[in-house]
């Protein structure tokens, strides 16, 4: 797992902007900034809260079991490496 000690922008299509947290998931990230994602585990086990990423980078801070496109994340187990450009399902 790459961890980083940078803050990164977190632009969210159709809802606003974030600013990650170097040491949390960018679940917690997002919430941290009261941006709503879907989720169940935490932990990359359900896929509940998989998410599009139109542009960045991510780190998996645990290997994802859950299913997911190559253009897709599971911000539950992943931190921002970089800015990242991303669309949460609504």
């Given at each position: 797992m790459k961890t980083t000690d940078?803050?990164?922008?977190?632009d969210i299509v159709d809802v606003g902007c974030a600013v990650s947290q170097p040491d949390k998931t960018l679940l917690?990230?997002?919430e941290a900034n009261n941006i709503i994602v879907h989720y169940h585990c935490r932990e990359?086990?359900?896929g509940a809260c998989r998410t599009?990423?139109?542009s960045g980078k991510v780190?998996?801070?645990t290997d994802p079991l859950a299913y997911?496109?190559?253009?897709?994340?599971?911000?539950?187990c992943c931190?921002?490496?970089?800015?990242?450009v991303i669309k949460v399902p609504q």
């Open positions: 940078k803050t990164f922008h977190i917690e990230s997002l990359g086990f359900c599009k990423m139109l780190s998996y801070t997911i496109d190559d253009d897709e994340i599971l911000p539950c931190i921002a490496l970089c800015n990242l």
